[in-house]
């Protein structure tokens, strides 16, 4: 989260933080009251971040922005629930992973076909197939956690709060998940 | 025993991605893989395949007019909350005020009945009213009754 806000810092030229969180908490406070243009300013700023972590759990860049929209308009419609204003981005990425989730649980475990697979970005495209092929094969809950972690970088308290898990749970799914996918990438290299 | 020691290092091997080991359980991990075979491939195969996973992580770039698209839905939705959300609750409402009332009438006239009925007790306790029941004087009825 930390290197994430940095990032997002120095690209919309706050000086510190501080300013950053303020600017925050003033378009959450905004937004409550219904101000179009702060929610379009918090949209503008947390948009990059969501489609990312969508795209990386569901693999699919359009259903990455429709669970990222659906997550937004969630998350505003949900608004006067949240307590606090500084959790804002917290509130809102955990509704966009727990989005992803309900969507990979009614996913069917299917093989990705080869020709189906779309080009997207980074990584050669055979390595990807490959990959999506071998998640598509995990549950969700271990897929969820292996991907926050090892593409997403979250910390297991980052996962475990995104999740509503405990830390211990999030060990040893993540110890689970790794195993798993280290015997389906062995089957397929030898395939 | 040996068994015992595979399960430690895959274990620790998990972990070692995750935080800092200490210097006991790095050795452990590099004399353990040293010995055994099995488990000096499992640690090269799960480093190659976590290494293919991030290499696999997408970077994907909002596309253009998704922030707009999101304001107009939020919009949409924010229109349609019109009387079609609140309508529930109107319903609900009404159908409760309803039902009390009816109660209420229906307590009231069990309450008010025996009194409207008959005034019995109050004219007998005012003495206004002669008693329909009186007390039968055996003294003077007829002598084939007794």
Known sequence: MSTVAGTMIEAQGLSSPADYAAQERYWVSRCRMGDEAALASLVARHRARMIRTAGNLLRDRHEAEDVAQEAFLKGFRELPKLRDDRAFAGYLYRICVRLCMDRLRLKRAEIADLDAVQPHEGGTVENRVVIEKLLAQLPAELRSTLVLREMEQLSYDEVAEVMNVPVGTVRSRLHTARERFRRLWVEAMAG | ?146
């Open chain 2, 1 to 146: 025993m040996f068994k015992f020691s595979c399960q430690r290092f895959s274990r620790l091997l998990s972990e070692s991605r995750d935080r800092e080991l200490t210097h006991g359980e790095e050795g452990f991990l590099s004399s353990h893989a040293l010995r055994c075979t099995p488990c000096a491939k499992l640690e090269s195969q799960t480093f190659d395949c976590l290494a293919e996973l991030r290499g696999a992580t997408l970077d994907l770039q909002p596309s253009e007019g998704f922030g707009d698209g999101v304001v107009a839905a939020f919009r949409e939705g924010r229109k349609s909350l019109g009387f079609g959300y609140w309508s529930p609750a109107v319903m609900g409402a009404a159908i409760a005020g309803i039902a009390v009332l009816c109660a209420l009438t229906i307590v009231t006239k069990t309450v008010e009945s025996p009194v409207r009925r008959s005034n019995i007790g109050a004219a007998t306790r005012f003495g206004h009213v002669a008693n329909p029941f009186p007390a039968l004087n055996l003294d003077s009825a007829p002598r084939q009754l007794r």
